[in-house]
């Protein structure tokens, strides 16, 4: 059974920062692309940021330049660095696995929340 459990979620002031982790188990880890996306009330849910197993890591213009996102494939876990956070990025966050480019196995983790408010 396939389980992505993310943490680290909360409420954060503007230019603050949080730290998400996402455990996997259940799949070969290094196997899996491992994402980020987040989705607030009334938008689409968009990609945060990826990381290749290898470690060729991919940002959304939003976030690049503020979020770092890092794996360690020795313990199944992504990491989301979020610093100098804007209420703009208040959301639920989803860790998302996925072996590309097939798509074929695809996973959502059941997301944590994001509060950035003074």
């Known amino acids: 059974q396939v389980q992505l459990v993310e943490s680290g979620g909360g409420l954060a002031q503007p230019g603050g920062s949080l730290r998400l982790s996402c455990a996997a188990s259940?799949?070969?880890?290094?196997?899996?692309?491992m994402a980020w996306y987040r989705q607030a009330p009334g938008n689409e849910r968009e990609l945060v940021a990826d990381i290749s197993g290898g470690g060729i890591s991919n940002y959304g213009d939003s976030v690049s330049g503020r979020f770092t996102i890092s794996r360690d494939n020795a313990k199944s876990t992504v990491y989301l660095q979020m610093n100098s956070l804007e209420p703009e990025d208040t959301a639920v966050y989803y860790c998302?696995?996925?072996?590309?480019?097939?798509?074929?196995?695809?996973?959502w983790g059941q997301g944590t929340q994001v509060t950035v408010s003074s």
């Open positions: 259940g799949i070969i880890f290094s196997m899996y692309t």
């Open positions: 998302y696995a996925v072996v590309r480019p097939s798509g074929a196995f695809a996973y």
